[in-house]
């Protein structure tokens, strides 16, 4: 099983790369942390992010998402994984929690993910949303934080620059495609 990791810049279209590839057949993994904040504002905590719960709440929503994810012979594309939550934790200038060091620890021991993370380049701004509350320049500090932290586990960043979706969705998919030797079956319909 190989699973790819979409990682970079808050509000450079992660999600929208990976509804894109989901469209396309690719097994894919919604963020998680994202999810952990709607959750809280719709029970009325505006700012989830300042619990000091909130890191622990989004690596174990994490872990739970990909030891869920259904198996499939080809491959997993995954929005954020637990190395973008020492990311986030490094950002918000927090320490890495007990719950953090064994799931960095588990996904390093266990090669959970490939070596090669796809790194969704910014697109020049970043749109405020009410789980994303960041200033453009905010979230490109943000983004050195993610690079450094891939790079000191030793990951091999596959960079997609800011550009067209669907020539970014493309240019996802083909890497994958080049790197699982999948061969995929075309329907007879599409043979004639």
Same mark, same amino acid.
């Given at each position: 099983?190989?699973?790819?990791?979409? %990682?970079?810049?808050? !509000?450079?279209?992660? #999600? &929208?790369?990976?509804?894109?590839?989901? *469209?396309?057949?690719?097994?894919?993994?919604?963020?998680?942390? %994202?999810?952990?904040?709607?959750?809280?504002?719709?029970? !009325? =905590?505006?700012?989830?992010?300042?619990?000091? &719960?909130?890191i622990d709440e989004?690596?174990?929503?994490? *872990?739970? +998402?990909?030891?869920?994810?259904? !198996?499939?012979?080809?491959?997993?594309? $995954? =929005?954020?994984?637990?190395?973008?939550?020492?990311?986030? @934790?490094?950002?918000?200038?927090?320490?890495?929690?007990?719950?953090?060091?064994?799931?960095?620890?588990?996904?390093?021991?266990? *090669?959970?993910?490939?070596?090669?993370? $796809?790194?969704? +380049?910014?697109?020049? $701004?970043?749109? %405020?949303? &009410?789980? +994303?509350?960041? #200033?453009?320049?905010?979230?490109?500090?943000?983004e050195r934080i993610?690079?450094?932290?891939? +790079?000191?586990?030793?990951?091999?960043?596959?960079?997609?620059p800011a550009g067209?979706?669907? =020539?970014?969705?493309?240019?996802? &998919?083909? @890497?994958?495609?080049?790197?699982?030797?999948?061969?995929?079956?075309?329907?007879?319909?599409?043979?004639?």
């Open positions: 099983m190989r699973r790819y990791v979409l %990682t970079g810049t808050p !509000g450079a279209g992660k #999600t &929208s790369i990976l509804r894109g590839l989901a *469209r396309l057949g690719h097994s894919v993994v919604e963020e998680a942390a %994202t999810t952990v904040i709607a959750r809280a504002q719709g029970q !009325g =905590d505006d700012e989830p992010w300042t619990r000091p &719960s909130f989004v690596v174990n929503l994490q *872990r739970r +998402r990909q030891l869920a994810a259904p !198996g499939t012979d080809h491959a997993q594309v $995954f =929005d954020r994984s637990p190395l973008c939550t020492l990311a986030l @934790a490094t950002y918000l200038e927090r320490p890495v929690s007990p719950a953090l060091a064994a799931e960095l620890e588990r996904i390093t021991s266990q *090669r959970i993910y490939e070596r090669q993370v $796809f790194f969704v +380049r910014n697109l020049g $701004f970043c749109e %405020t949303t &009410s789980a +994303r509350r960041i #200033t453009f320049e905010e979230s490109l500090a943000f993610h690079e450094q932290v891939y +790079r000191a586990y030793g990951h091999e960043l596959v960079d997609i067209d979706l669907t =020539d970014r969705i493309t240019a996802v &998919s083909s @890497a994958i495609a080049d790197r699982t030797d999948v061969l995929v079956a075309v329907p007879r319909d599409d043979l004639t």
